[in-house]
T-cell receptor, first 114, second 114 residues
Framework: AQSVTQLGSHVSVSEGALVLLRCNYSSSVPPYLFWYVQYPNQGLQLLLK??????LVKGINGFEAEFKKSETSFHLTKPSAHMSDAAEYFC????????????FGKGTTLSVSS | DVKVTQSSRYLVKRTGEKVFLECVQD?????MFWYRQDPGLGLRLIYF???????EKGDIPEGYSVSREKKERFSLILESASTNQTSMYLCASMGSESAEDTQYFGPGTRLTVL
């Protein structure tokens, strides 16, 4: 079965620092990969997704992620954190052959200090 | 823009009550999903539906049922609420059956069962 591992349930950075949120997947076939963000008391919003068109994917709010097949990873980065980036981030995977359901990681809470 | 609405943001119910959580999407999407979100566990799929009157069990269907009588509406039913069903419930919809398509989420319903 597919699974997603997000390393670090909580990441703290200073404003202006690099943001790195880690995601590894397990799949014998390269899946589709997604990063969602959840701001306090809101639903999930898509940040970006990998669908095999390009390994470096750019998303909203300055975030990007790189698909690395050899490392089965899809880490999320942002060069310079803003206070408004404080939220919970979820990595998710869908299996091309298993239908439409997403499998989510456990989430990483990002805190940004001034 | 896709809009997914959920009938209540906060709900408090008693143990043993029958609870209905309603979800409506306005984009004529075929697929709709119910997830449960718990701290440290991420999102887990309860049920999904790929067409009117069709439903499929997700990873944790026990204690829940669903109804989809109209394309735009997907209801989650707790037949007899229990305290371990206290959680955040998120509804999502998706336009196609392609695994690379984006799921759009509602704002969530935080259910407390006393």
């Amino acid at each position: 079965a597919q699974s997603v591992t997000q390393l670090g349930s909580h990441v703290s950075v200073s404003e202006g620092a690099l943001v790195l949120l880690r995601c590894n997947y397990s799949s014998s076939v390269p899946p589709y990969l997604f990063w969602y963000v959840q701001y306090p008391n809101q639903g999930l919003q898509l940040l970006l997704k990998y669908t095999s068109a390009a390994t470096l994917v750019k998303g909203i709010n300055g975030f990007e992620a790189e698909f690395k097949k050899s490392e089965t990873s899809f880490h999320l980065t942002k060069p310079s954190a803003h206070m408004s980036d404080a939220a919970e981030y979820f990595c998710a995977v869908s299996d091309r052959q298993a239908g439409t359901a997403l499998i989510f990681g456990k989430g990483t809470t990002l805190s940004v200090s001034s | 823009d896709v809009k997914v609405t959920q009938s209540s943001r906060y709900l408090v119910k008693r143990t043993g009550e029958k609870v209905f959580l309603e979800c409506v999407q306005d984009m004529d999407h075929e697929n709709m999903f119910w997830y449960r979100q718990d701290p440290g566990l991420g999102l887990r799929l309860i049920y999904f539906s790929y067409d009117v009157k069709m439903k499929e069990k997700g990873d944790i269907p026990e204690g829940y049922s669903v109804s989809r009588e109209k394309k735009e509406r997907f209801s989650l039913i707790l037949e007899s609420a229990s305290t371990n069903q206290t959680s955040m419930y998120l509804c999502a919809s998706m336009g196609s059956e392609s695994a690379e398509d984006t799921q759009y989420f509602g704002p969530g319903t935080r259910l407390t069962v006393l």
